[in-house]
């Protein structure tokens, strides 16, 4: 099956610093990413839309200048956490859509999360 | 999106057949049913999808109502590596609208 990883795994920094967390498709191209968020006992909440080679689509609420997206070729996406504070502590976890699979019933799958802590 | 409603939590035997059902009565001609699960700290994995006709494979079975207004995922001999929280999102067909609203999904707790 098509399989997504996400680098790192788990990050802790401190107050102030950015953090790029990147998404890869391994085996399939992805022209549309994910990224989504999800905080200790809720549900994932969409943040944006990556489309390679065009800016991402963010969803209301999420600021685009805090949290910069990239997706620079069909099988690699960041999603870089600017001025990473406290409250920006979650599980971040991104999906990625076969860019070959049929449009009607087109599937997502997604990556194993990052887990950042910011101290 | 069609909004859906599951139970919030379910347990179930060791080697019985876990049924989750899912409500979704707005869901409209073009929208398709999805199965993803959550096991503890992972990123959600695909079950299966169906539009309107029964579907299997390797994981599971979707049965999905005449009307589509409900439908059931059923894991025909659980396991303990089941656990998980059980997500029912209906989808509109097509490029571009591949979005996916999670709700509060199904806790599953499979028991010894």
């Known amino acids: 099956g098509a399989v997504v990883s996400q680098h790192p795994s788990r990050v802790i920094c401190k107050s102030g610093t950015s953090v790029k967390i990147e998404c890869r498709s391994l085996?399939?191209?992805?022209?549309?990413m994910f990224w989504y968020r999800q905080f200790p006992k809720q549900s994932l909440m969409l943040m944006a839309t990556s489309n390679e080679g065009s800016k991402a689509t963010y969803e209301q609420g999420v600021e685009k200048d805090k949290f910069l997206i990239n997706h620079a070729s069909l099988t690699l996406s960041t999603l870089t956490v600017t001025s990473a504070h406290p409250e920006d502590s979650s599980f971040y976890i991104c999906?990625?859509?076969?860019?070959?699979?049929?449009?009607?019933?087109?599937?997502?799958?997604f990556g194993p999360g990052t887990r950042l802590l910011v101290l | 999106d069609a909004k859906t409603t599951q139970p919030p939590s379910m347990d179930c035997a060791e080697g019985r057949a876990a049924n989750l059902p899912c409500n979704h009565s707005?869901?409209?001609?073009?929208?398709?049913v999805y199965w993803y699960r959550q096991i503890h700290s992972q990123g959600p994995q695909y079950i299966i999808h169906g539009l309107k006709n029964n579907e299997t494979n390797e994981m599971a079975s979707l049965i999905i109502t005449e009307d589509r207004k409900s439908s059931t995922l059923i894991l025909p001999h659980a396991t303990l590596r089941d656990t998980a929280v059980y997500y029912c999102?209906?989808?509109?067909?097509?490029?571009?609208?591949?979005?996916?609203?999670f709700g509060t999904g199904t806790r599953l707790t499979i028991i010894p």
């Open positions: 707005t869901i409209s001609g073009n929208e398709y």
């Open positions: 999102i209906v989808r509109r067909a097509g490029f571009g609208n591949e979005k996916l609203t």
């Open positions: 999906s990625a859509r076969d860019l070959y699979s049929g449009g009607l019933g087109v599937t997502q799958y």
């Open positions: 085996d399939f191209q992805a022209t549309t």
